[in-house]
T-cell receptor, first 110, second 111 residues
Framework: QQPVQSPQAVILREGEDAVINCSSS?????VHWYRQKHGEAPVFLMI?????EQKGHEKISASFNEKKQQSSLYLTASQLSYSGTYFC???????????FGKGTRLSVIA | DTAVSQTPKYLVTQMGNDKSIKCEQN?????MYWYKQDSKKFLKIMFS???????INETVPNRFSPKSPDKAHLNLHINSLELGDSAVYFC??????????FGSGTRLTVV
């Protein structure tokens, strides 16, 4: 079942922060986050396995609340290069393929 | 070296034709996938395949078939192409517990 992402779109000025949310109605094995720029392939950002962990990648970090089956992606001090569409993908088990949300379009302007 | 490579990058064909898209990965990953991305950017899983198991999304028409000659290759064959098949098709690979590496995509246009 497809995870639900919010918001659908967000516009930021450079230096501002943003949070993108992803929720599932099913118990999850993992949550993935990807960024896709226009005309390019999705690029892996990070994976969060069940256990309620939080991970970081430069100024981009994420959390996974296993009890609520929710994950959030945090972008701090946004840069122009952060623009793109962010997808969360969820796995029910380690052997099932990722099911992606509909994406969040992030635009960072100067 | 390209980790996951797809060919061709662009494919324009007429309705009713049969076409194939090739995918190769040199990462040593056990599992490969095909995803379809439509005009609304929705990424939909079509197939996943490893040495032991083929998982088929039940909503995928049987005109689509994956063919894997070996662990490093997962090709996509499409019969009797329809206008609605126009989309970008992405191949990807992964190991359990790790992120997916996507190919650069094949833009299929059916006319």
């Amino acid at each position: 079942q497809q995870p639900v992402q919010s918001p659908q779109a967000v516009i930021l000025r450079e230096g501002e922060d943003a949070v993108i949310n992803c929720s599932s109605s099913k118990a999850l094995y993992s949550v993935h986050w990807y960024r896709q720029k226009h005309g390019e392939a999705p690029v892996f950002l990070m994976i969060l396995l069940k256990g309620g962990e939080q991970k970081g990648h430069e100024k981009i970090s994420a959390s996974f609340n296993e009890k609520k089956q929710q994950s959030s992606l945090y972008l701090t001090a946004s840069q122009l290069s952060y623009s793109g569409t962010y997808f969360c993908g969820t796995e029910i088990t380690g052997n099932t393929p990722l099911v992606f949300g509909k994406g969040t379009r992030l635009s960072v302007i100067a | 070296d390209t980790a996951v490579s797809q060919t061709p990058k662009y494919l324009v064909t007429q309705m009713g034709n049969d076409k194939s898209i090739k995918c190769e990965q040199n990462l040593g990953h056990d599992t490969m996938y095909w995803y379809k991305q439509d005009s609304k950017k929705f990424l939909k899983i079509m197939f996943s395949y490893n040495n032991k198991e083929l998982i088929i999304n039940e909503t995928v028409p049987n005109r689509f078939s994956p063919k894997s000659p070996d662990k490093a290759h997962l090709n996509l064959h499409i019969n009797s192409l329809e206008l609605g098949d126009s989309a970008v098709y992405f191949c990807a690979s992964s190991q359990v517990g790790n992120g997916y590496t996507f190919g650069s995509g094949t833009r299929l246009t059916v006319v």
